[in-house]
């Protein structure tokens, strides 16, 4: 009895093996900063501060055509990241990412130049692709910026 319920493991552990080398996974991650500008000079310096709860939308294609979208929102450093594991043959080819919305109640503009940023997705797996950071403008500019 004991060697028919070794046969039969050993026989699922073989299977499994085989299954598992068949499906190469991929892993990828996009990540950036989402800040308000608060002098409004289209750079991040010292007197701007990240906002926390943006909203942006990453778009991607994937190798084989299909449209994948995720939403992601900025944690307390400004940062989102959006990660997705998948077949390798499967992966993203080319993403868009662009900024949603900002609930931060003085920064709500969103700087002309920072529209959306579109890119090829080429990163073997376990690798991230860094994008520019997403800039809003207060809608008054503080006194000591000018």
């Known amino acids: 009895m004991e060697s028919s319920w070794g046969k039969v493991l050993l026989y699922l552990t073989l299977i499994t093996n085989l299954t598992l080398q068949g499906v190469r996974g991929w892993t990828g991650e996009i990540h950036g900063r989402v800040v308000c500008d608060v002098c409004a000079d289209s750079s991040v310096g010292p007197e701007d501060h990240i906002l926390e709860g943006a909203e942006v939308a990453v778009l991607c ?45 003085h920064c709500t503009r969103l700087g002309d130049s920072n529209s959306g940023v579109k890119f090829s997705y080429n990163h073997p797996s376990g690798y991230s692709h860094t994008v520019r950071p997403f800039v809003y403008r207060p809608t008054n500019v503080p006194t000591y910026c000018i």
């Open 61 to 105: 294609i994937t190798k084989t055509g299909e449209v994948l979208n995720y939403q992601a929102f900025t944690d307390s450093k400004g940062i989102y990241r959006v990660a997705e594991t998948m077949p390798a043959s499967d992966r993203w080819d080319a993403c868009l990412a662009r900024p949603i919305s900002s609930f931060h109640e």
